[in-house]
Nanobody, 113 residues
């Protein structure tokens, strides 16, 4: 069982920055890959970044590479998504995920122009 809780979303202007947090808990956490997905209104949910907890290896989608940074804090059991140079197309609900079964409730990010 893994529990995930996102925070940190909000309204930001184009070019601004936000940091999302995913507080995670569960016995298998240290063997897991933590993913950030996002879902814009009327569109499919897509993966934007991942981090493997043990090795720290990361993945970024082409749409966010160079602007977003995923990281983890072992002591706090928290994964972060630092988002810089935000664009209107980054507007979406952002979800933290582990595997096929575990999702957080989502946090809204809105980028205004």
């Amino acid at each position: 069982q893994v529990h995930l809780e996102e925070s940190g979303g909000g309204l930001v202007q184009v070019g601004g920055s936000l940091t999302l947090s995913c507080a995670a808990s569960g016995p298998t956490l240290r063997r897991s890959t933590i993913n950030w997905f996002r879902q814009a209104l009327g569109k499919e949910r897509v993966r934007v970044a991942s981090i493997t907890w043990g090795s720290g290896g990361t993945y970024y989608s082409d749409s966010v590479k160079g602007r977003f940074t995923i990281s983890r804090d072992n002591a706090k059991n928290t994964v972060y998504l630092q988002m810089n140079n935000l664009k209107p197309e980054d507007t979406a609900v952002y979800y933290c995920n582990v595997g096929q079964s575990y999702w957080g409730q989502g946090t809204q990010v809105t980028v205004s122009s």
